[in-house]
C-alpha cells in the first residue's frame, strides 16, 4: 500500500531513530528515571525556572487569541525576523533585513523547504562526515543525491580534495 521509496526509506531508518525506540524500550523495563535519551534532542530535564516563569507569564499577560494563533505571515513574524537580522548584522557585518529571514519549525522543516526549492532530481548535496543520519532522508525526499566528504581527523576539518 506504500510507495517503493517510502518503503527503502523505511527499510533503512535511521539509528537515532532506532535508538529512540530502545530507550523507550528500556525505559518500560528499567524505568523512565533510570534511561538517559539524547537520541533525538529531546530533553528529558525540567526547563529552568526562569523559562518555567516566562512561559506562566505568557499565558498570564499574552492576549490568548495572539498567544495560540498562528503568526501573521508564513515566513514568521516581522519583529523576530527583524531580531535575528540584527543578530546576523552585529555578528557578521552584513546588511540582512526581516525579508531575508524565514523562520521555520525546527531544522528538518527549514532544510526540507530549503531542498524542495532548490533540488532538481539528480542534483548533489554535500555534507561533511559525521551528519546527522536524516539527512541522507530529507535529500532523498526530493530525488537528490547525498554526497558524503569525510573529515581530517587530525584537524575535524572537511576534506574537500576528496
Known sequence: MISKKMENMVANSSAIRAMFEEGNRLARIYGAENVYDFS????NVPAPEA?????MDLLNE?????LHGYTNSNAG?????????DSLNDRFGTAFSDRNITMTVGAAGGLNVILKALLNP???VITFVPYF?????Y?????????EISPDTATFQPKLDE
Open 40 to 43: 533525538l534532542g529531546n530533553p
Open 51 to 55: 523559562v518555567k516563569k516566562a512561559i
Open 62 to 66: 499574552e492576549d490568548p487569541v495572539v
Open 77 to 85: 513574524y516581522e519583529d523576530v525576523r527583524q531580531a535575528v537580522a
Open 122 to 124: 539528480g542534483d548533489e
Open 133 to 137: 543520519g536524516e539527512y541522507r532522508s
Open 139 to 147: 535529500v532523498n525526499n526530493y530525488d537528490g543525491v547525498l554526497v
